[in-house]
């Protein structure tokens, strides 16, 4: 049973520059977050995709937008990079449909350098 | 004021020490509580879910003060490998299932 797999695992970009990040869900789960980690702190959400729509929306500007497939799969999408999105991006799955918790669990993370 | 506030240690104990981990949170109405473990530059990976009657599971035991609004996490016997760390998990509105961390509190266990 594969878990949750991201990619790609490093990826290095430059100021001003669009990033995508793709995240493929533990089998049998419907429901995608995901989250930013800086250096020394803990995972922040960012958005939650379940039914290709956004359920919900932590603090983060629109320069971050995603998208989920009817596979389940998402794309996390950074435009106009700042020095300050340097982090790990890490994506979650659950699964919300009838029968499910809200036990969340994590790919291992896409670590972006901004230059 | 954090949404989660915990420690942030770093906890350094010996082989065989026992140790705890607290952790508050803001929003009284919250609806799920998690402890997840964190290797360096790894992925964090759910520990044990907790309970209002406190669960344990091995050397670990968890427990959660509604009114408090205060959440816990016993290690015993502490091995090498529990060096990580711990991060305490709140879910403010189970519908929605949005985690929200606290930073974090780094465990270091010495021989």
């Known amino acids: 049973d594969a878990g949750v797999t991201q990619s790609p695992t490093h990826l290095i970009k430059t100021r001003g520059q669009q990033v995508t990040l793709r995240c493929s869900p533990k089998s049998g789960h419907d429901t995608v977050s995901w989250y930013q980690q800086a250096l020394g702190q803990g995972p922040q959400f960012i958005f939650q995709?379940?039914?290709?729509?956004?359920?919900q929306r932590g603090n983060f500007p629109d320069r971050f937008s995603g998208h989920q497939f009817p596979n389940y799969s998402s794309e996390l999408n950074v435009n106009a990079l700042l020095l300050g999105d340097s982090a790990l991006y890490l994506c979650?799955?659950?699964?919300?449909?009838?029968?499910?918790?809200?036990?969340?669990?994590f790919g291992p993370g896409t670590r972006l350098t901004v230059l | 004021r954090k949404e989660v506030e915990q420690d942030p240690g770093p906890f350094n104990v010996p082989e065989g020490a026992t140790v705890a981990f607290n952790c508050t949170y803001s929003n009284s109405a919250s609806q799920s509580f998690f402890w997840y473990r964190q290797d360096c530059r790894k992925e964090p990976k759910l520990l044990m879910s907790?309970?209002?009657s406190g669960n344990e599971d091995g050397r670990f035991t968890a427990q959660l003060n509604r009114a408090s609004q205060y959440i816990s996490l016993l290690i015993r016997d502490s091995k090498l490998s529990d060096s990580a760390t711990y991060l305490c998990?709140?879910?403010?509105?189970?519908?929605?299932?949005?985690?929200?961390f606290g930073a974090g509190t780094r465990l270091a266990v010495h021989p």
């Open positions: 995709y379940y039914e290709e729509e956004e359920r």
């Open positions: 907790v309970y209002s």
């Open positions: 998990v709140v879910n403010p509105s189970g519908g929605y299932n949005k985690l929200i």
């Open positions: 979650a799955s659950s699964r919300l449909a009838r029968g499910g918790t809200d036990t969340q669990y």
